[in-house]
Structures are given as C-alpha cells and as structure tokens.
T-cell receptor
Framework: KAGVTQTPRYLIKTRGQQVTLSCSPISGHRSVSWYQQTPGQGLQFLFEYFSETQRNKGNFPGRFSGRQFSNSRSEMNVSTLELGDSALYLC?????????????FGNGTRLTVT | DQQVKQNSPSLSVQEGRISILNCDYTNSMFDYFLWYKKYPAEGPTFLISISSIKDKNEDGRFTVFLNKSAKHLSLHIVPSQPGDSAVYFCAASRPGGSSNTGKLIFGQGTTLQVKP
C-alpha cells in the first residue's frame, strides 16, 4: 500500500500570499488530520476531516482552513501568510477504527514565508 | 499549557544497551498513548501504542509502560541499535474512540543517539 503522499515537498511564499497544500491518504483511510511542526511549538494539531466533514479543530486562527474531497484526499489552505507560518506541515491518515487505528504521517510540506 | 511533556531533550546510549524514553502528561482524561519516531526530512512513523486499560504493551524490541497514577509513560528499546537514532515523540488522545484518535497532543520530542 502506498503511504500518505503530500505535495509539494517544499514551498517558498512571501508574506500576505496564500498557499494550498495537498494530501492523499493511504487507500481506504477516511480520516485525514493536519499538523504543524515548528522548532518552538513542536507538533500541533490543526484539524481533522472525516467523510468530507471537519470533525475536530485545533487552536489556530481562521486563516488556516481545510477541506476533504469524496475520495478522502484533503487540502489545507493558509491565507494572508505571516512569517510565523513557516513550518513543516504534516498530514496524517487513519483507518478510523478507534484505538487500533494509529495515525500514519506523510513526509510533510516545508513552507517558508519570507 | 503543555499537557504532554518529554523533559529530556536528548539521550545518548551505547549500542546493545537499553534506551528508556520518558513522557509525562497532566490531563487525566487521556486514555490512549502512542510513540512515534521521526528521522530528519521524514514524517513521524508510528512505533507502538497503549490504551489506558493496560499498563504494558510489547512489540519486538519496543515496550511501552503506562503508570496512570503517576501520569507517566515510558518507551523501552532493547537492545538499542544505531538505526534507532532519531527523534521520539510521545502523544496522547482523549476518550471518544475514533472521533478523537485523529487529534493527538504531542510532546516536544527526545533525540536519541545510539553509539556503535
């Protein structure tokens, strides 16, 4: 089975721009979660989608949004980029069978905001 | 408010010896705990998990211990190998079964170095 695929791997944007990141989950996985990793804050939960609906949301401003398509692929969008948005953005999917379904992560998109 | 804490930023161990990575949590509502390993330029890889109804779970060289009264879990790697050198994250989630297992609270990570 192919793993979680994230595109692109690297992005450089300037302040004020917006960006869209893409995630293809493991085949058959319907739950997709997004995380932000920074040196200072570690791994922080952004949001989770299941069956095209946002099921959980972390404590990030409304500039961070996401969606999930009927094939479970997901995108996240960050509008009006700030320097502090520079981070590794990780997508994870799970088979969503409770405690026997750990998250499986992709290799992330490294976003640099200048 | 750091609900999951890994107080040791780094750990160095000799090959063949035991590596013990520690994690403390403050939220007694957490009922599912996981360990992930992360190499540079890769996403975290799931290692092992434990639910709060157990106090130990083993998978090959990896064993996770949970002490609910102390709100403490640990990961034991025996024997340690140079390929185990990576950053290790513990994570926790709250009850709710499937509806919460996508929302993990992570510790800050511990960098393990296993010396040949």
């Amino acid at each position: 089975k192919a793993g979680v695929t994230q595109t692109p791997r690297y992005l450089i944007k300037t302040r004020g721009q917006q960006v869209t990141l893409s995630c293809s989950p493991i085949s058959g996985h319907r739950s997709v979660s997004w995380y932000q990793q920074t040196p200072g804050q570690g791994l922080q939960f952004l949001f989770e989608y299941f069956s095209e609906t946002q099921r959980n949301k972390g404590n990030f401003p409304g500039r961070f949004s996401g969606r999930q398509f009927s094939n479970s692929r997901s995108e996240m969008n960050v509008s009006t980029l700030e320097l502090g948005d520079s981070a590794l953005y990780l997508c994870a999917s799970s088979a969503d069978r409770g405690y026997n379904s750990p998250l499986h992560f992709g290799n992330g998109t490294r976003l640099t905001v200048t | 408010d750091q609900q999951v804490k890994q107080n040791s930023p780094s750990l160095s161990v000799q090959e063949g010896r035991i590596s013990i990575l520690n994690c403390d949590y403050t939220n007694s509502m957490f009922d599912y705990f996981l360990w992930y390993k992360k190499y540079p330029a890769e996403g975290p890889t799931f290692l092992i998990s434990i639910s709060s109804i157990k106090d130990k779970n083993e998978d090959g060289r990896f064993t996770v211990f949970l002490n609910k009264s102390a709100k403490h879990l640990s990961l034991h790697i025996v024997p340690s190998q140079p390929g185990d050198s990576a950053v290790y994250f513990c994570a926790a989630s709250r009850p709710g079964g499937s509806s919460n297992t996508g929302k993990l609270i992570f510790g800050q990570g511990t960098t393990l170095q296993v010396k040949p």
